[in-house]
């Protein structure tokens, strides 16, 4: 089996903006953001917080609370480059809510977990 590895170079302002821009945050999980030194159509630092919606017990203080950088998105990027849907969205610069929100919980968790 061969193994092909293909780098793609994105101007940073488009990659967050086509990440940050898809309404990811629309879903349930996602418990409050703001955006320090730029929003969602520039790079800066994004202050994110995240519950569990099928937890009704859930406090704000229980909220796992994260930032997430232009370096984090890449790094999550890279780390999903195997998701044929994610690389999709990435190539046509095309993130829906679905898989940015795919994208941000990569870059603050490591894994997709809600979703």
Avoid at 59 to 79: C, M, P, S, Y
């Amino acid at each position: 089996m061969a193994t092909v590895s293909i780098n793609y170079t994105m101007d940073d302002d488009d990659l967050w903006s086509d990440v940050m821009g898809s309404a990811w945050e629309s879903c349930p999980w996602w418990f409050w953001l703001d955006y320090e030194g730029g929003e969602w159509d520039q790079p800066c630092t994004l202050w994110v917080a995240l519950i569990d919606p099928d937890n009704d017990d859930w406090v704000e203080e229980g909220a796992i609370t994260a930032t997430v950088t232009i370096n984090d998105v890449v790094r999550a990027l890279e780390e999903l480059r195997d998701h044929p849907v994610v690389m999709e969205c990435l190539r046509n610069q095309d993130f829906d809510a679905i898989y940015g929100d795919v994208v941000v919980q990569q870059a603050i968790l490591g894994e997709v977990i809600y979703g």
